[in-house]
């Protein structure tokens, strides 16, 4: 039987300082976290679950159980190896990707009546239900996949692996990440990235019961199930959603497995503490995922709002941060980064419409300075505004190339169909969207530093505010030309264009007149 322990074998995705990617075993990734830059894998989810599994050990040994021991952790710069090697030679059998009687992170002894494709697993192929995101190789292809590879596939199907059918032990449930957009804070270094993120399992309402361990720390093997309630944070970080056992092959690498559904949680389960819940007033709180047609930035006025009845709730980490920087634990002034991380399905099915990766940089000061949270929102505001003239610009523009004379109320009106093919075809609004993601991820940078004063009244974006309103102006001026552009010189598209652009600039100047204006004033008070 081959072997291969993921505490001493390199199969760990990372960037160290230098911007060299390198791949490193368990035991290296922990004990030199502070010298690695980041863990980073061409895809997100994989990304996602190495996080989910390195915090796992790390709470396990360093779990703080108040802010006072989390700042105690944070103030040593790195974890302690000596208790990492111990935990590590305790456990050593237990990370032997093929053992015997223990396999890490599989269903010991399972056997299916037939055998799965390995790639099946890996995100990258095309394999049952996920034929319409990926590349359409047969799934009686069955190429060699390298341990290393093998073992990153099968923690991030335990994470992430939606709901798709029957399997040979139970119908298969989605699993703890399928189906929201995870929240990771991440740091300068993997050290800060785990220890930041240990501030979200700080939660005392999460079940919490004398036998909760990791997975593989189980004397007894467990078996699939469904409506479970995890045990305890260590047992819900390393939940098996998925029966799962790898057939190595000869030469060292494995192509197949067997393959069926695990343990599932309960079906109102809402206690991720990396996932933010949009409050409803009538279901409660609700996953926030992935929009399709949504950049996650413009969601960032929610993610950040600490208050009371703050549209979402959004993981511990940004509040404890917010505390401990008023306590001078971390630099007030100092840029984090958001990671948001996952994956996007058809509402209640398996089909993968995209992963994404994201990044949202992030000041301390947005956490709990009201004033310019508020500010931050009305940046926001007139960029949505923005759109929606644009649109509405769109929509006139489009109806009058399907029927030019619908302008006046006694004549046809085009199908609404139509006139949506039409603008979709433009490219215009994503244009609009895709030109704002660096601009307004400056504009959260700058914002907090410009800040006036006057009659002892604190004023942020003074410059920042109409310098953004100046770019909206020209952004989604140019969208709109994106569209007008596409066109013919018939006397049609001629007359769409005529009607359609003068209103749209008009309207986006009065939209943001009174930062135009204040452009205006700057320009010649210089």
Request: proline share 6%; with cysteine.
């Amino acid at each position: 039987m081959p072997a291969f322990n993921l505490i001493d074998e390199p199969w760990i995705p990372c960037v160290m300082p230098n911007g060299d990617a390198r791949e490193i075993g368990l035991r290296d990734a922990l004990n030199s976290a502070h010298q690695v830059r980041e863990v980073f894998d061409s895809s997100p989810l994989v990304t996602a679950a190495l996080h989910r599994l390195l915090l796992s050990i790390v709470q396990r040994n360093f779990a703080p159980g108040s802010l006072v021991e989390w700042k105690a952790l944070w103030s040593t710069g790195r974890l302690d190896d000596v208790k990492l090697n111990d935990y590590f030679i305790r456990w050593h059998a237990r990370f032997d990707l093929f053992h015997a009687e223990r396999p890490f992170y599989q269903q010991a002894k399972f056997k299916a009546k037939k055998t799965t494709p390995l790639k099946r697993l890996g995100w990258e192929f095309a394999a049952g239900n996920n034929a319409t995101l990926f590349d359409h190789s047969w799934d009686e292809d069955r190429p060699a996949i390298p341990p290393a590879t093998a073992a990153r596939w099968v923690i991030a199907t335990q994470t992430f692996a939606a709901s798709a059918g029957k399997s040979e032990t139970l119908h298969t449930k989605d699993s703890p990440w399928t189906r929201g957009a995870v929240i990771l804070m991440q740091g300068n270094n993997l050290f800060e990235t785990l220890a930041l993120n240990l501030l979200s399992l700080l939660k005392p309402d999460f079940p919490s019961f004398a036998d909760d361990c990791l997975v593989w720390e189980l004397e007894e093997t467990w078996n699939p199930a469904h409506g479970l309630t995890p045990s305890g944070k260590l047992s819900y970080l390393t939940w098996q959603s998925r029966s799962i056992r790898l057939l190595p092959a000869n030469d060292g690498g494995v192509r197949e497995c067997y393959f069926a559904q695990g343990r599932a949680l309960q079906e109102e389960w809402r206690g991720e503490p990396m996932f933010a819940y949009k409050r409803n007033a009538k279901q409660g709180l609700l996953v926030w995922q992935f929009n399709p047609d949504r950049a996650v930035w413009r969601d960032s006025h929610a993610l950040f709002n600490l208050s009371l009845d703050a549209p979402f709730q959004v993981p511990q980490a940004l509040a404890h941060i917010a505390t401990i920087a008023r306590e001078g634990v971390v630099d007030r002034h100092r840029l984090y980064q958001l990671q948001i991380l996952g994956q996007c399905l058809e509402s209640g099915q398996p089909t993968i419409h995209f992963w994404r990766q994201e990044r949202l940089p992030v000041r301390v000061e947005y956490l709990d300075n009201s004033l310019l949270l508020e500010r931050l929102g009305e940046a926001l505001r007139l960029a949505e505004d923005c759109a929606r003239s644009l649109e509405q610009s769109l929509w006139s523009l489009a109806k009058l190339l399907v029927a030019t004379n619908s302008d006046h109320k006694e004549a046809r009106q085009p199908d609404k169909k139509d006139i949506k093919n039409i603008i979709d075809s433009f490219g215009a609004s994503p244009h609009y969207w895709a030109q704002l993601d660096a601009p307004f991820k400056q504009l959260l940078i700058d914002l907090p530093s410009d800040k006036t004063e006057e009659y002892g009244e604190v004023i942020y974006g003074e410059s920042e505010l109409p310098r953004w309103a100046g770019k909206l102006q020209r952004t989604a001026t140019s969208a709109l030309a994106v569209a007008t552009r596409s066109l013919d010189n018939s006397s049609r598209a001629l007359k769409a264009v005529a009607k359609a652009e003068p209103s749209f600039r008009a309207k986006l100047r009065e939209i943001l007149a009174d930062y135009l204006k204040q452009t205006a004033a700057n320009g010649r008070s210089r």
